[in-house]
């Protein structure tokens, strides 16, 4: 009697530059939620390109009550009712909540043929549901989901 061995497709494309370590596995950019929405979670990891130094990263972040407490575009806050700080840290920076919570980590290292970012967060979409949380060095993203970006992600215009 012979078995077979199911293998489970998982998205997967690896950046010869740079990558994230998300789900166990490298990404040159992913995002979790959806980007596109004005109101609800995401957060999008970008593809970081060669003149680019720090990954770009884009989110819409929620406390465990459903309360927006920052938006961010690139790196930069856009909207911040939660009166959040961004941190540099060496190799990135932290998110941090008004109560010194930290929120999200970012962290990039540089290696002889490129970069690897490692995420670090516990994060909630409105509807207090876990949609990322840490796994390993890395994160593991939940429900609706790109885990393999081939280029730059486009916002539409609103």
């Known amino acids: 009697m012979s ?54 990263i884009s989110a819409r972040l929620f406390d465990r009550q459903g309360v927006l407490l920052l938006e961010l575009k690139r790196n930069s806050p856009a909207e911040n009712p939660g009166h959040c700080t961004i941190e540099t840290t060496p190799g990135g920076f932290r998110i941090v909540c008004s109560s010194g919570e930290v929120l999200f980590e970012v962290n990039t290292q540089r290696f002889a043929n490129g970069y690897l970012t490692r995420i670090k967060a516990q994060l909630y979409d409105r509807g207090n549901i876990l949609r990322i949380e840490p796994l ?10 790109c885990l393999a970006l081939e280029a730059p992600f486009e916002f539409h215009k609103r």
Do not use: C, T, W
């Open 3 to 56: 078995r077979q061995i199911m293998i489970k497709h998982r998205e997967s494309l690896i950046s010869a530059f740079h990558n994230y370590l998300v789900n166990d596995m490298l990404s040159p950019g992913f995002f979790v939620g959806d980007p596109h929405s004005e109101y609800d979670f995401y957060l999008l990891a970008d593809i970081m390109l060669p003149e680019e130094v720090v990954p770009p």
């Open 136 to 145: 390993h060095e890395g994160v593991q993203v939940y429900g609706q989901a």
